[in-house]
């Protein structure tokens, strides 16, 4: 069985009608702890897939915005082992009453891998632990943007005996050989970052500081993609997705759901404005 | 062989074997379980790229003749080796001292800085950026650019700026751009952070000067390369007649990173008569937050590209660091120190604060050297072993000198 199948399923039905479908970001238990649960309630009906940022201490690959809710996330108190019972009590509410979380999307952790790799205690086992505890809160797959392809062999093996996926990114600068082997390991769908930066980024500078235009960019990911593929980096608004239609999937909507809430303002509304 | 993070490490011997016989680092950036490149994609094709380079570099002989070159006319090297007569009285031992200090800019970290910003030449970059803690690799950086002709932006943590002013200032009249971090912690781990993220922006047309033997793959080893030339001379500088025409019972250096201690360590390793001891940052106390000694309290984690020992919490959050000395202040430390400390081919001791300010005070008045806080750090180790095995012969990596702390000083050192 293809991992996360359902995933990619749910991403290219929304999508069906070219523009791409939408995945928001939210960091976890920012701007409060309880702020979790109904942020994705909020969101899952304009959404594909949600993911959850795990906030961690050196977020290297975040502009200020993801460093500022990651730091106010960790002051509330947030841990992944906390995310992850909060995803299970959600999940298994959900079964029992549908009305409770109507159409729940495929959840999507993103975290740094130490979170990941330090919260189930040390050595390998730790890696089963957390595959576990992945599956039982109903994550359908991981995140990790500092793990690349190479080193990603000893977790990908453990979270795939869950049925737990573990998406690659690409960048720009990936050669096309590399983008294809890539593709082909990741799981649910390719996540093609289109800026040569950080998150929060705006589009244009990101058009700017790559040499290919992103679009063809896109477009040659998804020639040589078995899953689909979502871009990330500098979406912020809807002209922004307009601008991708047709040539990827999805779009991951995150530094902006960020600033919104930072600013007290309704996170779905903005998603819903993209759809 | 394969290594993961999860590697078992063999046999210590044949483990030390595997590292003196070049296996590791290994074709993944490892040394046994610890190393690794855990860096975004779009770091990727940098990091490879800057691995082959190397490569390239270190086997051309045109590459070593240049680099002696300037080590020679510039950084005044070889340093010197120098028996500290009046601390051999006071401990009982005899003391030497591997003068780093006298290094061009003052202190060990000019060695890195100029191997690579040739290497960077050869890369065909023009920009160069680091991350600095004393200030003293983020000086070395910025005089490398200078004489080389690169653009140069130093990323140094804003409780860094204001514990260590002169280094600011050097770093600005050399033509560096100093750009004070006031994410995270505001330490050297921010700096990396930062330089980590300026990296991303433009991965093929800035190289990324690392200054200490962390990082991903083949930073570790290629600060280890370049600081090398500290062990390689003091091997011989010990043995010479005109030093102590033996090898030392015990070698110490201060260790942050790491990039000293690897440097002088690398002399050694392969003497098993030679103890090894590294100077970790016991900063006040035990507590959590109030120290940067990360073998003593940290355990295996992912930061900053590497899989190494690191101060964390239970929930794999990098924790707050706390040491006098700027350049040791950080909760990580090289993956070849790992490596070593799991083999327990080093010993890694943990010396506060108040020790470390002792020993400065100490060198000043029986050496006539006033040395940096951060090799402060050994020197109280030295002492303390030394006091337990009268008669023996120490080495000490004196690996930098304490004028860029004046300001720290005359606050603490009454």
New interface residues.
């Given amino acids: 069985m293809t991992i996360a199948k359902h995933v990619s399923d749910s991403i290219l039905r929304r999508s069906a009608r070219g523009r791409p479908a939408l995945v928001p970001y939210i960091t976890a238990g920012f701007p409060k702890l309880e702020s979790l649960s109904a942020q994705l309630r909020a969101l899952a009906p304009h959404a594909a897939a949600i993911e959850i940022g795990v906030p961690f201490s050196d977020p290297m690959a975040d502009g200020v915005t993801i460093q500022g809710s990651s730091r106010k996330a960790l002051d509330n108190g947030v841990t992944l082992r906390w995310i992850l019972d909060q995803l299970g009590a959600m999940t298994a509410g959900n079964q029992q009453a549908t009305e409770h979380w109507p159409q729940q999307p495929p959840l999507v952790l993103m975290s740094y891998l130490n979170p990941v790799i330090s919260s189930f205690g040390a050595g390998r086992s730790s890696l089963r632990s957390l595959a576990q505890a992945c599956r039982g809160s109903g994550v359908s797959l991981l995140i990790i943007p500092d793990l690349p392809l190479e080193e990603s062999g000893e977790l990908r093996e453990q979270l795939h005996l869950q049925g737990v996926g573990l998406v690659q990114l690409v960048s720009p600068v990936t050669p096309q050989a590399r983008a294809r082997t890539i593709a082909h390991a990741s799981d649910g769908f390719l996540y093609a970052v289109t800026v040569t930066g950080v998150t929060g980024g705006s589009a244009p500078a990101a058009a700017a500081a790559t040499a290919v235009s992103p679009n063809r960019y896109l477009d040659s990911l998804r020639e040589l993609s078995p899953v689909p593929v979502c871009a990330g980096f500098g979406i912020r608004t809807r002209a922004h997705v307009d601008a991708l239609a047709g040539h990827c999937d999805g779009a991951i909507v995150g530094s902006a759901l960020i600033d919104a809430i930072d600013k007290g303002q309704d996170p779905a509304a903005l998603l819903a404005s993209m759809v | 062989m394969t290594t993961?993070?999860?590697s078992e490490l063999g046999d210590p011997a044949l483990e030390l074997g595997r590292l003196l016989s070049g296996q590791y680092p290994d074709a993944?950036g490892r040394f046994g379980p610890f190393g690794?490149?855990?860096?975004?994609?779009?770091l990727?094709?940098a990091i490879t790229r800057l691995e082959s380079a190397a490569k390239l570099a270190l086997a051309d002989p045109a590459f070593a003749t240049e680099l002696a070159f300037h080590q020679r006319t510039w950084v005044g090297r070889p340093t010197p080796m120098m028996r500290a007569a009046n601390l051999s009285t006071a401990w009982g031992c005899n003391v030497w001292l591997k003068r780093e200090d006298l290094a061009h800019t003052g202190a060990h970290k000019i060695n890195n800085a100029l191997g690579q910003a040739m290497l960077a030449k050869r890369l065909g970059v023009t920009r160069i950026i680091a991350e600095t803690g004393a200030g003293q690799h983020g000086v070395a950086t910025a005089a490398a650019c200078a004489r080389m002709g690169f653009t140069c932006r130093v990323y140094m943590g804003a409780v860094d700026v204001e514990r260590q002013q002169p280094n600011v200032q050097r770093m600005k009249w050399f033509g560096a751009e100093v750009v004070p971090v006031t994410?995270?912690d505001a330490t050297l781990?921010a700096a990396i952070?930062e330089a980590?993220?300026d990296w991303?922006?433009?991965?093929?047309g800035t190289h990324y000067l690392l200054g200490s033997a962390v990082g991903p793959h083949p930073f570790p080893w290629l600060v280890r390369t370049f600081q090398s030339v500290i062990g390689t001379e003091s091997r011989e500088q010990m043995l010479s007649p005109a030093g102590a025409a033996r090898l030392p019972d015990a070698v110490f250096s201060c260790v942050g990173g790491g990039s000293n201690a690897i440097g002088m360590f690398h002399g050694f390793l392969a003497d098993p008569s030679v103890l090894i001891y590294g100077a970790e940052a016991g900063g006040r106390g035990d507590a959590t937050g109030q120290h940067a000694a990360t073998m003593a309290h940290g355990?295996?984690?992912?930061?900053?590209?590497s899989y190494s020992y690191?101060l964390?919490d239970?929930?794999?959050?990098?924790?707050k660091t706390s040491s006098i000395s700027a350049g040791l202040d950080y909760p990580g430390i090289g993956p070849e120190h790992a490596f070593l400390h799991a083999i327990g081919r080093v010993q890694y001791v943990p010396v506060t604060d108040q020790q470390a300010l002792d020993a400065v005070r100490e060198v000043c008045r029986s050496e006539g050297i006033l040395p940096a806080i951060e090799p402060s750090h050994a020197v109280a180790a030295a002492k303390a072993w030394a006091k337990a095995n009268p008669g023996a012969t120490v080495l000490i990596n004196l690996c930098g000198r304490g004028d860029k702390d004046m300001p720290i000083l005359m606050k603490n050192l009454v």
């Fill in positions: 993961a993070m999860h993944r690794g490149r855990y860096v975004p994609e779009t990727w094709g994410s995270g781990r952070d980590m993220r991303v922006c433009d991965p093929m355990r295996p984690g992912v930061m900053h590209g690191l964390q239970d929930h794999g959050q990098v924790v």
